[in-house]
């Protein structure tokens, strides 16, 4: 499988989201160089270092698109407000992983060939969860959020604040995880639109925190306000 990206300031209590352990959740990686099936588990590594390099690293432009739309909805910020140094507090702070664990087709926006959302992936996906101890995921995408339900069938799901929008508790420590549309979607995508999803997946871990006896970080609402919109 691909081996996750996990920043250097995870869990740390003073990283850019205050401690929280946020996991963000790709549905999986394309290549032109490779082939569909092929395996180079340091691929998502090379990715994350190659977008935080900026205008010097080798991304494709689209691929560019999607790490900086992350990166804009995590700060809150839009991408042209951020520095350097900002992109790389926030990906220091998070873990990123795809869920796919093969390249799983040759052109950007090609879905996975239906063999590989069974078996491997879904239980690579809980290995992840419960190695990274992760308290909140974030999915991206409508179709990966679907498909991880058939994969993992037992995982609790529950509506949050009076919307149609559904949660669901996965790994050993109930991460809870919510999707949002893949950010590589085009028109409909902004981080106005998104951001309160991230808002609520940090309350809800808040609120477990202090039912377990830890407090919230000093400045944890400020850090849950609505950036504007990045995209």
């Not at 205050?18 to 082939?35: A, I, N």
């Not at 588990?41 to 190659?50: F, G, K, L, Q, S």
Request: aromatic content about 12%.
């Amino acid at each position: 499988m691909f081996h996750p990206w996990k920043g250097g300031q995870w869990g740390l209590s003073d990283n850019a989201l205050g401690g929280r352990r946020l996991l963000v959740l790709g549905e999986s990686h394309y290549s032109r160089k490779f082939r569909v099936w092929d395996r180079h588990p340091d691929m998502t590594n090379w990715c994350v270092a190659e977008f935080l390099k900026g205008a010097g690293g080798e991304l494709r432009p689209e691929a560019r698109r999607f790490y900086a739309k992350l990166t804009s909805l995590i700060s809150g910020r839009p991408s042209d407000t951020l520095s350097a140094d900002d992109r790389r507090n926030i990906w220091d702070s998070i873990t990123y992983y795809n869920y796919i664990p093969w390249i799983a087709a040759n052109e950007a926006g090609v879905a996975p060939p239906e063999a590989m959302w069974h078996g491997e992936a879904p239980l690579a996906f809980q290995h992840i969860v419960g190695r990274s101890e992760a308290e909140a995921i974030i999915v991206c995408g409508s179709r990966l959020w679907a498909r991880m339900q058939e994969g993992l069938p037992g995982a609790p799901t529950f509506e949050f604040e009076g919307t149609q929008r559904r949660a669901r508790l996965y790994g050993p420590d109930k991460a809870v995880a919510a999707p949002m549309w893949h950010p590589s979607a085009g028109r409909g995508w902004s981080t106005a639109r998104f951001r309160p999803v991230l808002a609520f997946l940090f309350r809800h871990l808040e609120d477990q925190r202090v039912r377990n006896g830890h407090p919230p970080p000093p400045d944890a609402e400020q850090r849950l306000e609505v950036g504007a919109d990045g995209a």
